[in-house]
Antibody, heavy 127, light 111 residues
Framework: QVQLLESGPGLVKPSQTLSLTCVVSGGSITSGPYYWSWIRQPAGKGLEWIGRISASGSTNSGGINENPSLKSRLSMSVDSSRNQFSLRLDSVTAADTAVYYCARTQLPDTTGAFDIWGQGTLVTVSS | TVMTQSPLSLPVTPGEPASISCRSS???????????LDWYVQRPGQSPQLLIY???NRASGVPDRFSGSGSGTDFTLRISRVEAEDVGVYYC?????????FGQGTKLEIK
């Protein structure tokens, strides 16, 4: 059974870079086809999709899609050898304080749904 | 695409039905006749969990008291008989195009 687990520093200073990793267990990140997404949730608020990345060659979009609201500060990558994917968000502010989730994402030509989620990791931006 | 849910708060007596509405600012119906609308539930202290995909398909392990319906821009999640474990926040989400967007969430509570 595939499971996802996020990790990263719980505290990041304003203007610095937030880096998170999601480790995939119980299956290969390159088996699929799937996308792998990041979603965040500020305390007491709703869900915001951050972006998705493909680890296999069997997706059509070129492998990465990002939320335009974050695109200028966002980068995502996959490390197939470690069965994990990562997120980097530059120049963070207090508005980036949230619980960050990773999720397995079905391809749009199947369901497009987030069918497996990680437990989430809280990131606080504060000096 | 803007997703709008109603109501935002839903107190329900156990055993009674419940219904949540979700409206999208553009049609989620693709030429393949699928509606790219998902429903998720976030139970207290937990990650969101997929309930319904493509508008009306229950995800694996989801009880059959949950059902999804609708097409185009108007969708409904129904719970035929609410149980105590159904407490949580329910979100609709459009999966038609990126950026994926969620509704504001509907908080279901037990009376």
């Amino acid at each position: 059974q595939v499971q996802l687990l996020e990790s990263g520093p719980g505290l990041v200073k304003p203007s610095q870079t937030l880096s998170l990793t999601c480790v995939v267990s119980g299956g290969s990140i390159t088996s699929g086809p799937y996308y792998w997404s990041w979603i965040r949730q500020p305390a007491g608020k709703g869900l915001e999709w951050i972006g998705r990345i493909s680890a296999s060659g069997s997706t059509n979009s070129g492998g990465i899609n990002e939320n335009p609201s974050l695109k200028s500060r966002l980068s995502m990558s996959v490390d197939s050898s470690r069965n994990q994917f990562s997120l980097r968000l530059d120049s963070v502010t207090a508005a980036d304080t949230a619980v960050y989730y990773c999720a397995r994402t079905q391809l749009p030509d199947t369901t497009g749904a987030f069918d497996i989620w990680g437990q989430g990791t809280l990131v606080t931006v504060s000096s | 695409t803007v997703m709008t849910q109603s109501p935002l708060s839903l107190p329900v007596t156990p055993g009674e039905p419940a219904s949540i509405s979700c409206r999208s600012s553009q049609s989620l119906l693709l030429s393949n006749r699928h509606n790219y609308l998902d429903w998720y539930v976030q139970r207290p202290g937990q990650s969101p969990q997929l309930l319904i995909y493509l508008g009306s398909n229950r995800a694996s392990g989801v009880p059959d008291r949950f059902s999804g319906s609708g097409s185009g821009t108007d969708f409904t999640l129904r719970i035929s008989r609410v149980e105590a474990e159904d407490v949580g926040v329910y979100y609709c989400m459009q999966a038609l195009e990126t950026p994926y967007t969620f509704g504001q969430g509907t908080k279901l509570e037990i009376k």
